[in-house]
């Protein structure tokens, strides 16, 4: 089956949701030689050991081809690739869990697929048809099932991406691409006390940019900054934005929530900020649980005052890796500030909620869970 680009652009998630999907002729060559004994899943760290398989599906003549599921490893790439000139590159991050019946659970799948069609059209890439990656997924998720850590906190890192795999030099979208899904048994993702520091040059995205999309460059050009934060003795980089410098964006590559005496704060998505799977889970999960939470422009001036006053009571990023990852204090100008240890904060009771919800340890109302065994 191949679909071409202009099915592909019609493969909206609500029309697809009212048709059935079409079945995928998925080609599966099984790896001979499984790693899964030499992995030590007691000590797992965050995607760095790779399961047996992946699957990829390429984009040529105007199509997507048949995916197919291969041994995870090393793939070719002439050096004209367009990717290595021009950075068509994007990505998607999510987690599969095993619950205590075993049942290989997903968490809003159909947020990443969007988001990935939504970063394939600003750069220019070809839309991923929802079949190819919605069953390519699942196809790939029994077939590893057994590299689903089952110990609390961890999960399978699954990480589809596509990148121009087209040849030439000149600067000009690539007339071919790959999508590579390939997963990692990851444990649970621990960052200590996370000290940030308030950015006030750089920045992560400009209006009229690529910020809200999951494009490679994104976080390559983070990695600058966010060293110098590290030299200066922080871990993290709170992102402002790119004009004033006076309003505070993301964390690293997290969302942002700030919690100002009970009012849970986050900045508005737009072209700058990303449209976090985490960050609109924790304000439907928030406002249902009565926390008041506002979703506006939050000033660098106002936290700063209110750290001051002892009206700054929690900041945290959220992202599908840590879920929800506290912060214990800021730098802004050459002086830091402390946030308190609560004995009950919203970042613990929203991460037990959320996790909870994603690891089938309690109901879900919303419907976000979805069970691919
Ligand atoms: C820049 C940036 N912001 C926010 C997020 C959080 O998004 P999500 O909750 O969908 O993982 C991510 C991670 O995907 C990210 O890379």
């Keep these: 089956m191949i679909f071409n680009k202009s099915q592909s652009k019609f493969c909206n998630f609500a029309a697809s949701k009212q048709s059935h999907r079409m079945a995928l002729d998925i080609r599966i060559d099984r790896t001979k030689n499984s790693r899964i004994d030499s992995i030590d899943f007691d000590n797992l760290s965050f995607g760095k050991v790779f399961s047996d398989h992946m699957l990829v599906c390429e984009y040529k003549n105007g199509a997507w081809q048949n995916p197919t599921i291969q041994p995870y490893g090393p793939m070719s790439l002439n050096p004209a690739a367009k990717i290595f000139h021009y950075g068509q590159s994007i990505f998607e991050g999510m987690k599969a869990y095993k619950d205590s019946d075993g049942n290989v659970l997903l968490f809003r799948p159909d947020e990443n697929w969007q988001r990935l069609n939504k970063s394939a059209s600003r750069l220019m890439m070809p839309e991923i048809p929802e079949e190819i990656f919605m069953e390519g997924l699942e196809t790939l998720l029994k077939l590893d099932s057994d590299w689903i850590p089952t110990a609390d906190g961890s999960s399978l890192y699954i990480r589809p991406f596509m990148f121009a795999s087209g040849e030439g030099f000149h600067a000009s979208p690539a007339d071919e691409y790959t999508l590579v899904i390939a997963t990692a048994p990851s444990g649970a993702y621990f960052s200590g006390k996370v000290k940030v520091s308030i950015e006030e040059k750089y920045a992560r995205a400009a209006n009229g940019g690529v910020g809200f999309a999951k494009a490679g460059g994104n976080y390559a050009a983070q990695f600058y900054p966010t060293q110098l934060a590290i030299e200066k003795g922080y871990q993290q980089v709170i ?26 704060l986050t900045s508005p998505t737009s072209d700058r900020i990303l449209d976090g799977v985490t960050r609109k889970s924790i304000i439907q999960i ?10 506006r422009k939050i000033s660098v001036g106002e936290v ?34 402390d946030l308190p240890e609560l004995e009950t904060s919203y970042a613990s009771k929203l991460k037990k909620t959320i996790t ?5 340890k309690s109901e879900d109302p919303y419907g976000w869970r979805v069970n691919v065994s």
């Design 239 to 264: 992102w402002t934005d790119d004009n004033t410098h006076q309003f505070i964006e993301e964390a690293g590559a997290m969302n942002v929530f700030i919690r100002i005496n009970d009012t849970l």
């Design 286 to 295: 928030a406002e249902d649980n009565g926390i008041p939470v506002e979703v």
């Design 304 to 337: 700063v005052e209110a750290a001051k006053t002892g009206a700054l009571k929690e900041i945290f990023g959220a992202g599908t890796a840590a879920v929800i990852s506290p912060i214990a204090g800021f730098g802004y100008q050459g002086t830091d500030y």
């Design 356 to 360: 909870d919800i994603q690891t089938n």
